[in-house]
């Protein structure tokens, strides 16, 4: 099938072509995925790289101190334990 050639309209020699909208400079929202965890008075701001992640502390961290055991949550090279009643005990990942 031959493909179609382009015919301008006679007055396309008097429009003027309309300018493409200019990229936004605003940058983009960070997305990164955070939870604040409060214990007794006190709260821990934890970042995780994937949702799964995230939503996998949350199940653990609310679950595990709702029955009265620790929960541990590593992230961001950090090693953070959840004990009820007590707080948080934050180690290096690497220990």
């Not at 007794?40 to 595990?64: M, P, W």
Request: aromatic content about 6%; glycine content about 4%.
């Amino acid at each position: 099938m031959a493909k179609a050639k382009k015919i301008d309209p006679p007055w396309a020699a008097e429009t003027v072509p309309v300018p493409k909208a200019a990229k936004s400079t605003r940058k983009s929202k960070d997305k990164a995925l955070q939870m604040t965890v409060h214990m007794n008075g006190e709260h821990v701001e934890l970042s995780f790289a994937t949702r799964r992640e995230l939503e996998v502390a949350k199940i653990t961290v609310s679950t595990r101190c709702a029955r009265g055991a620790v929960a541990t949550i590593t992230t961001a090279g950090k090693e953070y334990m959840f004990v009820p009643q007590l707080g948080y005990i934050t180690t290096s990942a690497a220990d």
